[in-house]
């Protein structure tokens, strides 16, 4: 199972709004509605953002939002803010029955 | 409140084994399906294995199977990792993490733990 596409850097301006791309196949984006989206600080553990494309948990902030189009899924980011500045990574469910992560994704606020 | 503690990593030299230990609290292993996962330093996250909340299906990256053997114990409420015939390219930080409730597979990652390295060098 090939690893997920997804930028390698991303920048943007405080209040600027960002998007992240993420793309695989029919066999894992494409085929389900399983994708879920991760932020890491440096020296820290993941977190969960998003879930099920679209979905966030609660206690996150509404400034991130997800969407899916075909064998992409996004990762937005509004208003920007420093303590955004982290790795961001995607993960789908595959037709395996396994997960599948990106490279993941160094966003960096300017 | 959800917590996960990973231990049990270190140096190992290449052909060797290690046993990863995950201890949950705040929450009962047998509704939950728990992850593994592992991060090579500077590089992205990579799925290793999942066991699923009832313990009768486990599933593995295909860069572990047959070497990785996933586990349990619910009265200690602890997850295990053995890792066996142990390769340089195994050498990351090993995040353990709980799945959604009750689900066949765990299409997600709810909760992580603050990881456990292990470094495979002669």
């Known amino acids: 199972q090939s690893a997920l596409t997804q930028p390698a850097s991303v920048s943007g301006s405080p209040g600027q709004s960002i998007t992240i791309s993420c793309t695989g196949t029919?066999?894992?984006?494409?085929?389900?509605?399983?994708v879920s989206w991760y932020q890491q600080h440096p020296g820290k553990a993941p977190k969960l953002l998003i879930y099920d494309v679209s979905n966030r948990p609660s206690g996150v902030s509404s400034r991130f939002s997800g969407s899916k189009s075909g064998n992409t899924a996004s990762l937005i980011i509004s208003g920007l803010q420093a303590e955004d500045e982290a790795d961001y990574h995607c993960?789908?469910?595959?037709?395996?029955?396994?997960?599948?992560f990106g490279g993941g994704t160094k966003l960096t606020v300017l | 409140q959800v917590q996960l503690e990973e231990s049990g990593g270190g140096v190992v030299q290449p052909g060797g084994s290690l046993r990863l230990s995950c201890a949950a609290s705040?929450?009962?292993?047998?509704?939950?399906?728990i992850h593994w996962v592992r991060q090579a330093p500077g590089r992205g996250l990579e799925w290793v294995t999942f066991?699923?909340?009832?313990?009768?299906?486990?599933y593995y990256a295909e860069s572990v199977k047959g070497r990785f053997t996933i586990s349990r114990d619910t009265s200690k409420n602890t997850v295990y990792l053995q890792m066996n015939s142990l390769r340089a390219e195994d050498t990351a930080v090993y995040y353990c993490?709980?799945?959604?409730?009750?689900?066949?597979?765990?299409?997600?990652?709810?909760?992580w733990g603050q990881g456990t390295l292990v470094t495979v060098s002669s």
């Open positions: 066991i699923r909340y009832d313990g009768t299906n486990r």
């Open positions: 993960c789908s469910y595959t037709s395996s029955a396994t997960l599948v």
């Open positions: 705040g929450f009962n292993l047998t509704n939950y399906g």
């Open positions: 993490g709980k799945g959604p409730r009750i689900t066949i597979f765990g299409v997600r990652i709810d909760n």
């Open positions: 029919n066999s894992d984006v494409g085929g389900y509605n399983y």
